[in-house]
């Protein structure tokens, strides 16, 4: 197996698997649809595109530096209401008001499984030189050391490889957590805490907004020791 490890780091990113409506969320760490998306950008793939390909990397997430929770308190007027209707200009109840969540300073070491060492080259050098803007998760979210690094394609399986590589902030953490997609087909008899499901894998280009199901494990290691997953 052969990994590609992505650096996803900058002063603000969101990675919203829930949100509905005026609340935007975040999640604690890249979910899957919004790494697609980056790789989408970076290929240069319209909306409309089959993701079959990225979607079948197994995907695992090193947290370096898990930053803070913070939220932007946005206001936006004469929004159309469920009925259709606009509010009147000056309508005092016509104001809408939002939260959206973000992470503050966070950094993240992002691997990508998979057996075809050719597309997982191609996705480096796409990276390297994206078609359109990277962001991180929100278009405004700019990743401030680029996304590639060198040395970023690793001869190892997906947990050996996040492991291994050298710590992204300093001073580097003394232990880190790790969010690691379940190989398919593993058989798990009982709920386990640590085990949690995400509904962040596309079922569908990006336009349609259809998500489905996927599992991670939620596990904690030493640095430089290869987290352990039961299944």
Known sequence: ??????????????????SRFDRRDT????SKSGVIGLLCAALGRARTDALDDLCALRMGVRVDR?????????TAMRVMRADGTVPRPGDPKGTVQSRRYYLADAAFLVGLESGDWRFLRQLYEAVQNPRWPLYLGRKSYLPSP????????????LEEALARYRPLVEPPPESYRYALEERPGARVQREVVSRVRRTDLPIAPLRERRFGERYVWIVTAPAGEIPHVPF
């Open 66 to 74: 898990q930053g803070v929770l913070q939220y932007d308190y946005q």
């Open 146 to 157: 680029p996304v590639w690094i060198p040395d970023g394609i690793v001869d190892a399986a």
């Open 27 to 30: 999640g604690l760490e890249p």
């Open 1 to 18: 197996m052969n990994t590609l490890l992505l650096r996803l780091q900058g002063p603000m990113q969101s990675w919203g698997t829930a």
